[in-house]
Nanobody, 124 residues
Framework: QVQLVESGGGLVQTGGSLRLSCAASGHTFGNYCMGWFRQAPGKEREFVAAITWTGAMTYYADSVKGRFTISRDNAKNTVFLQMNTLKPEDTAVYYC?????????????????WGQGTQVTVSS
């Protein structure tokens, strides 16, 4: 069992930055591929970014590539999402998730554990 708690969301103006954190506890954090997903009102949950358990590979949605950076600190059981040049369309609840296999990092169904989410609102 892995427990995930996100933090760092908030209200920011267009062009601003936020850094989300996801603290993990429970099972060995370093064995999991970690992902970030988001869900805007009235829309389906969508993939944002993922990182393999070693941090050697990262994956990004086209909509955030070049603006967002995912990273992890296995010693601190934490994964981060640095979000720069934010746009109003980035407004959503952002969820952290853990996948024990890491074979399909873009697919939400691969992730076993989910956090409660943190709200990100980008004003225009």
């Amino acid at each position: 069992q892995v427990q995930l708690v996100e933090s760092g969301g908030g209200l920011v103006q267009t062009g601003g930055s936020l850094r989300l954190s996801c603290a993990a506890s429970g099972h060995t954090f370093g064995n999991y591929c970690m992902g970030w997903f988001r869900q805007a009102p009235g829309k389906e949950r969508e993939f944002v970014a993922a990182i393999t358990w070693t941090g050697a590979m990262t994956y990004y949605a086209d909509s955030v590539k070049g603006r967002f950076t995912i990273s992890r600190d296995n010693a601190k059981n934490t994964v981060f999402l640095q979000m720069n040049t934010l746009k109003p369309e980035d407004t959503a609840v952002y969820y952290c998730a853990a996948d024990p296999k890491g074979t399909r990092p873009y697919y939400s169904g691969s992730y076993y554990y989910w956090g409660q989410g943190t709200q990100v609102t980008v004003s225009s």
